[in-house]
Every structure is written in C-alpha cells, then in structure tokens.
C-alpha cells in the first residue's frame, strides 16, 4: 500500500517524463504485489470453494482494470483538474482500503515459516503456467503500448476535441 501511495504522488507532483516513467515502474510494482496478495487472500477466505474465489479474483481484478480507465476519462472530461483529480481520489481510495485490510482478520493461523521463502512456480503445474503467463504478459504488453500511442490517435482531426469521445472515420 505505500509503494501505490508513493508512486501516485510521484504521478501527482511529476514535472518529467522520467519522473512519470519512475512512478508506473513503482505503480507496477505495487499492483503486481497487491493484486497477488488479494488473490491469495480471497482464496484462503473462501477455502471450500475454490473455484468460486477464483471467480472472484479474476472478476475484480478485470472489473479494476476496466473501470479505471474508464472513470479517470470521466474525471478528465467532466472535473475540474483533470490531470490531479483522478490521482487525488486514488490516494483516497488506497489510504480506505489500507484502513479496511489493517481490521480484516488473519486468514493463516499458523507461525510463520523458518527459513527463506521460494519464489517458483511448482514442478507439478509449470507446464500448465506457461500459456497463461505468455499470454498475460502479451496482452498487458500490448495495453501498454495501445495507451502509449493514444494521446497520438487521440490528436487526429477525426475524433474531436473531447476526451471522452470516439473517434470517427
């Protein structure tokens, strides 16, 4: 949670591109730690049905990665200080959620493991992992690249001026 703190002021109060560059390698960082955590939490939350917490999982983190997008392009067209405000309302919604994770309940009731954790995929299910890490990899990749070259699109004569209008051809 500090780390999605850290790198949305970074986003806040960035005055170059190295500095924007520094805050989504931060932001990064810190979903990928996040989003593994939470899956394995909700997992071990609803332990007798794994595939329901599975569901769960997916469906929140997809649900995430659509409605941000579209909400800060709400934000940047219909609020004020469109380049601050999504940022400011995102520190809002991590400092509540840090509130909420500190007064969830312990989902392992055992000590914690001696020795040096290993951070592997299993024997057993590696050739299993293969296409999905492939094609997750692939496709935010890809992501990334769309949005990169958008404000590029987005310049064209045929989408206008508004932000969240599409483009016509």
């Known amino acids: 949670m500090a780390a999605a703190l850290v790198s949305t002021a970074i986003y806040l109060f960035a005055t170059s591109t190295l500095w924007l560059f520094i805050a989504r390698v931060l932001s990064g960082f810190s979903i990928g730690l996040a989003a593994g955590a939470g899956t394995a939490w909700i997992a071990e939350l609803d332990a007798e049905d794994k595939a329901r917490a599975t569901l769960v999982a997916v469906v929140s983190n ?43 309940p312990e989902t392992v009731n055992r000590p914690a493991m001696a020795g040096r954790a290993s951070v ?34 987005r310049s064209s004569p045929a989408c206008g001026t508004s932000v969240s209008s599409t483009c016509r051809n």
């Not at 299993?128 to 890809?142: D, M, N, Q, R």
Request: no cysteine; proline share 8%.
């Open 120 to 153: 592997a995929v299993p024997r057993s299910i590696r050739a299993a992992f293969i296409a999905p890490a492939v094609t997750a990899f692939t496709v935010f990749s890809l992501y990334g690249f769309y949005f990169s070259l958008a404000r590029t699109a």
């Open 62 to 104: 997809f649900a995430g990665l659509a409605l941000g997008p579209l909400i800060s392009g709400l934000l940047a067209e219909y609020a004020p200080q469109p380049l601050r405000l999504p940022f400011l309302i995102y520190i809002g919604v991590v400092v509540v959620s840090a509130v909420f994770i500190a007064r969830s």
